[in-house]
C-alpha cells in the first residue's frame, strides 16, 4: 500500500464499546475493534478509505478460523469492500483479560 498524506498511526484498540465493556464472542469483539480504529482514524480526518494497514493479534488462532465467514460479513460492515495490507498473529495473552483479539492501524489521510 501506498499513499500521500498525513500518516495516523492507531494503536491496539480492542473489542470494547465507550463504557468498557465487550461483547460475547470474537466476530463482536473484532466488529467493535475496527469501529474503534474508524473513530480514531475519524478524528484524524479519515475514513476506512485511508486505511492502509492492519496487524491483527489474536489470542486463538482455530477461534480465528472457524469464524472467517461471519467475520467477512462482520468486517465488510464495517470497512466497506476496502482490504488493506494486512497481518496476523497468534499471541499467547493481551493486556485486557475479556479481549479475544486486539488490532492495529496505520492510515494515510489527506494533509
Known sequence: MAGAGRTVL???QVGWDA???FPAGFVAQAAQALRNILAVVAEAGGGPE???RL????????EY????????????????RRFPAMTLVQVAALAEPEARLEIEATAIVPG
Open 10 to 12: 492507531v494503536g491496539g
Open 19 to 21: 463504557a468498557g465493556r
Open 50 to 52: 485511508h486505511v492502509g
Open 55 to 62: 496487524t491483527w493479534y489474536v489470542l486463538d488462532m482455530e
Open 65 to 80: 478460523r472457524v469464524g472467517l465467514r461471519d467475520l467477512g460479513v462482520a468486517y465488510r460492515d464495517v470497512m466497506g
